[in-house]
């Protein structure tokens, strides 16, 4: 018995060891938490949206940032268009804005074997605290409405004038068809 109890005693115990250990390991899956939500989520990070955020990125074993936008200005750009760390483009997505987010990000979406010299050692994860300012996606923008209504209303206008020429089309068979049948009708009349 008291052999038993040994045995799951220093399995639970290696079990643990492992569990720590792990933990000190580098990431290798994309990771990422709410550091503070938004008041009012009324936009989120979808693709081709154009963002401005603010972030304080680290190395995976690292204190010190090796880029810190609050010091340089809020970077911008385009999701799926501008080319930017995938790591990074795929953990602000669902992001909303005013929400405050850490991104944990693997070596391989990150940036991998070369890593970033003097900044980032080869194949080290990084650790974004993204910032979202502002979040301008296609569907809240007035021109992609604008847009849109204009689209329709020239599918409007087109669709009625296709109407009105099969309309004339069809008025211009029927006619020849009268005239068609009207002198067999007297031919006929004139037989009897």
């Not at 603010?54 to 080319?83: C, M, Q």
């Not at 569907?139 to 099969?166: E, H, K």
């Not at 008025?171 to 068609?180: A, G, N, S, V, Y």
């Amino acid at each position: 018995m008291w052999k038993r109890l040994l045995f799951c005693y220093i399995t639970c115990c290696l079990l643990l060891c492992q569990t720590l250990a792990q933990e000190d390991s580098q990431p290798t899956t994309l990771r990422g938490g709410i550091l503070k939500p938004s008041e009012n989520c009324r936009t989120t990070v979808s693709q081709n949206a154009r963002v401005k955020m603010h972030f304080i990125a680290r190395a995976w074993d690292s204190e010190v940032p090796f880029e810190n936008t609050y010091n340089s200005g809020a970077y911008s750009f385009k999701l799926g268009r501008d080319k930017i760390m995938q790591g990074l483009e795929t953990g602000i997505k669902g992001m909303c804005e005013g929400e405050t987010r850490r991104i944990i990000i693997p070596a391989e979406m990150a940036f991998g074997e070369l890593g970033l010299p003097d900044k980032v050692p080869p194949n080290s994860a990084v650790v974004y605290d993204v910032e979202m300012l502002e979040v301008d996606t296609p569907l809240t923008n007035p021109w992609f409405w604008t847009g849109l209504a204009g689209i329709g209303a020239v599918y409007w206008v087109v669709s009625r004038m296709a109407t009105q020429v099969d309309k004339s089309k069809a008025e211009r068979f029927l006619k020849k068809q009268q005239e068609k049948e009207q002198p067999s009708a007297s031919s006929d009349a004139k037989s009897e």
